[in-house]
């Protein structure tokens, strides 16, 4: 191979908890909720959906089915579709819910997988080109920046950028038509079948690892490295 395409979220990081999420949110507010109350909303907000790179919602609203599904193509629809799932959830102030998903964008919100570093850091030093292609709607550079992460990658391909999202092919694409990579010399790396999976219509091969918290998943990105050759 003579590049590697990872996806984001599930991936190379992982999401906080939903309650450390609301915790974090409440602490900055200065809003105090008794612990069985902050447990529920916490629950609550993981089965509307409402953290983005957590759990899908178990039941999605009907008015919000289309933002939903072309989330990932601008910022605005993004925000309107998470924003949207957490208001489904009553909590102490209506802009707790606007700061939920800015929490979300900050550094702190993400934890690398425990080997992300190393194996990015080996396929630098085999001369691999990399690049991070993800469906987002928000720019995710300062995560990689903040958890030194940034000098592996060479090249950044958000579908909120380019108005398209995996699984089009389009956008793994452009991610090879930046490091100069044939989609036939290329492994696309990713948590979802579908999504991921889409770069196999450009003829380059995937590698799926499993969504899991990061301490759960201590090595599951290592098989890279023997199949990057």
């Known amino acids: 191979m003579t590049a590697v395409l990872f996806d984001f979220s599930g991936t190379l990081f992982r999401i906080e908890s939903t309650a450390s999420w609301l915790r974090a949110v409440l602490d900055d507010a200065e809003i105090t909720l008794p612990e069985p109350e902050l447990t529920q909303a916490a629950k609550a907000l993981h089965l509307a959906g409402?953290?983005?790179?957590?759990?899908?919602?178990?039941?999605?609203?009907?008015?919000?089915?289309?933002?939903?599904?072309?989330?990932?193509?601008?910022?605005?629809l993004h925000r309107?579709?998470?924003t949207g799932l957490s208001r489904q959830v009553p909590l102490p102030d209506p802009g707790l819910?606007?700061?939920?998903?800015?929490?979300?964008?900050?550094?702190?919100?993400?934890?690398?997988?425990p080997?992300?570093?190393?194996?990015?850091?080996?396929?630098?030093?085999?001369?691999?080109?990399?690049?991070?292609?993800?469906?987002?709607?928000?720019?995710?550079?300062?995560?990689?920046?903040e958890h030194g992460l940034d000098r592996y990658v060479d090249t950044y391909v958000l579908s909120y950028e380019h108005g398209i999202q995996k699984p089009d092919p389009r956008l793994f694409a452009v991610a090879c038509e930046a490091l100069e990579a044939d989609p036939r010399e290329t492994l696309m790396v990713g948590?979802?079948?579908?999504?991921d999976g889409g770069a196999a219509a450009l003829g380059c091969r995937v590698h799926l690892v499993d969504h899991l918290p990061a301490a759960e998943r201590p090595d599951g990105l290592r098989p890279v490295l023997e199949l990057a050759g």
């Open 50 to 76: 409402a953290l983005p790179g957590g759990a899908n919602p178990a039941q999605l609203p009907e008015e919000l089915a289309e933002v939903w599904r072309i989330r990932d193509q601008s910022a605005e």
């Open 80 to 82: 309107a579709a998470y």
């Open 191 to 195: 948590d979802d079948r579908r999504a």
């Open 115 to 145: 080997d992300a570093a190393e194996v990015l850091r080996a396929l630098c030093e085999r001369g691999i080109g990399i690049g991070v292609v993800s469906n987002i709607g928000w720019d995710l550079r300062p995560v990689f920046r």
């Open 97 to 113: 819910h606007d700061a939920l998903y800015d929490r979300h964008k900050t550094p702190a919100a993400w934890t690398p997988y």
